[in-house]
């Protein structure tokens, strides 16, 4: 997955979890992470096919083995840029309240859907509102 760099190399050593005053973000990368402008260069996974506009997001490995088989059928589609966890709460929410908004994407998957999710992606992302971060010290509740 491409993407633009907007914290300190080695950062994931210190946990997966971003807070908003985040100390390992680089200095001046706030206002690309507020405004999701570091996402844009996966606009070339997506033209690669590797990656939709629309779809569960990708996630690191140490989540993936947290999931238990029902959970992990988010990934019979595509990851996509946007998705209906992202603006349902993003993540604010835990990690099987997403994987939940995730599925539920999945069994009513269709374009107008797609076309509405990236729609409501756009107001929250220019709104500013899509600056998410947890709400506690853990994803997964």
């Given at each position: 997955?491409?993407?633009?760099?907007?914290?300190?190399?080695?950062?994931?050593?210190?946990g997966?979890?971003?807070?908003?005053?985040?100390?390992?973000?680089?200095?001046?990368?706030?206002?690309l992470?507020?405004?999701?402008?570091?996402?844009?260069?996966q606009?070339?996974?997506?033209?690669?096919?590797t990656?939709?506009?629309?779809?569960?997001?990708?996630?690191?490995?140490?989540?993936?083995?947290?999931?238990?088989?029902?959970?992990?059928?988010?990934?019979?589609?595509?990851?996509?840029?946007?998705?209906?966890?992202?603006?349902?709460?993003?993540t604010r929410?835990?990690?099987?309240?997403?994987?939940e908004w995730?599925?539920?994407?999945?069994?009513?998957?269709?374009?107008?859907?797609d076309?509405w999710?990236?729609?409501?992606?756009?107001?929250?992302v220019?709104?500013?509102?899509a600056?998410?971060?947890?709400?506690?010290?853990?994803?997964?509740?």
């Amino acid at each position: 997955m491409i993407k633009l760099r907007t914290m300190h190399l080695g950062a994931e050593r210190s946990g997966t979890i971003t807070s908003r005053d985040d100390s390992r973000v680089i200095r001046g990368a706030r206002l690309l992470r507020r405004y999701k402008i570091d996402e844009i260069p996966q606009l070339l996974n997506v033209l690669g096919g590797t990656m939709a506009l629309v779809g569960p997001r990708p996630t690191v490995l140490e989540d993936v083995l947290r999931m238990d088989d029902r959970q992990r059928m988010r990934y019979s589609v595509r990851p996509g840029l946007t998705g209906l966890a992202q603006i349902e709460g993003n993540t604010r929410l835990t990690w099987p309240e997403r994987i939940e908004w995730d599925l539920k994407y999945i069994g009513s998957r269709s374009t107008a859907y797609d076309v509405w999710i990236l729609k409501r992606t756009v107001e929250l992302v220019f709104s500013g509102a899509a600056d998410t971060h947890p709400g506690s010290d853990g994803e997964w509740g």
